[in-house]
């Protein structure tokens, strides 16, 4: 917040007269979600969030987004979550069973130095893909509910200097620098999406010897930066990418020592080089992104190397979306993420592979949306299915009801929910 007062101090001083009435609008939202392989109330929420904006002076502007989110039931929100993964500077003001309070957004917004400026408490988007991640990785992400949340609600917003300059009358440079040093959040131990694939949490009960777990050692505050520059060109919306930063998971090391395990999460730097591409073609749309990571750590099945291996990885997504037939959306997508150094200790595959359809039909004059998503995933034959029907009350109120499915291996990345299954039932208004 301090952030506010210097910038306001530096542009405001003289333009007091120029500072408008705030603009308030006002989303409310509320979600039921029971379980259908349980029979428990997954969650029971309702979530207020108020968006208020203004101009500062004719140059500078202002957006506060607060959020306040009241539990009736359910497993989601527990008493003294873990935190451990926010920044001092960041995290809820209040956080337990029955809800939490948090600063969603904060930001202000200028022109300086030929650029424009957006400094605060915000998310940034990055990459082409839908539902699956390979350069939208600037924020952390929220994952109580693993990948069910929409991705704008389940993004962890971070204090950051986000500015974009004009190269060219076709092309822009964005510059990130981001002060906060906030992670992934977990699913809490004992909530529904808790994660249990060995795939990513090791299996600490198939060690021969007594295991202490340490809490996750969180490094010294150091700034993380990014860049990218976009241009079109005959058609084409490209984008080269490159973003600094510590991996948003911590990587869990095991290290035998006198005569025990000691179980250690750290969180480590790597350097993301990443591109996109897409473009249109009549009711065709083709959307590509790669990304290479040039220090990945992987689980062994080992203790060797305090039982994780560095390989660099290689991303991509190819995406395809039609809109030929009326009232109709169809996109499908091809993941690949491949470990460029692996040896057969790694517990995960050398290459995984994964894909979407998603389908989406409007009716009743587009008041009213069926939705259907499924996700394969090759490595565990797993994956799952989503189902959603919405319809649009008024210009303010929304209602929807849905169903999410897990599927395959209980050591799955997707299969490890397959007994969270779900009915989600839900209404949204503004005001």
Known sequence: MRVFAVIVTLLGVGNAGAMSAPDINTDVESVVAAGLTHSGLQNSEISVKPEISGDITTSLRYTLMPKFTAVADGEIYVDNPNERNYDSINGPWQSNRHGEALLSEAYLDFPWLAGYWRVGKQQVVWGQADGLKVLDVVNPQDYR????????????????????????????????????????????????????????RPALGATPAPVIVHDIE??????????????????????????YHRQDSPVIYRRFNAGQVDVTPMY?????????????????????????NTDTYQLRTSLDDDGIAVSPEFSSVIGLDYRGFTDWFLSYQLFQSTLTDYTSDIVRNRTRVQQTLLVRRSLFNETAELEFFALYSDEDQDGQFRTEASYLVSDALRVWAGIDLFYGDADGQFGQFDETDRAVVGLEFGF
Do not use: C
């Not at 969180?218 to 973003?243: A, V």
């Open 145 to 200: 509910e693993f990948n069910l949340d929409e991705f704008e609600d389940s993004r962890i917003p971070l204090w950051m200097v986000n500015a974009e300059f004009n190269v060219t009358d076709d092309s822009t440079l964005q510059v990130l620098i981001i002060p906060d040093n906030t992670y992934s959040k977990s699913a809490d131990t004992g909530t529904p999406y808790e994660i249990t694939s060995s795939k990513f």
């Open 218 to 243: 969180r490094p010294e505050r150091q700034p993380e930066f990014g860049t990218r520059y976009r241009m079109f060109y005959h058609g084409w919306d490209l984008t080269l990418n490159y973003l």
């Open 268 to 292: 480590k730097l790597n350097n993301l080089f990443g591109a996109t591409a897409s473009n249109a073609f009549g009711d065709w749309v083709l959307r590509m992104e790669a990304g290479y």
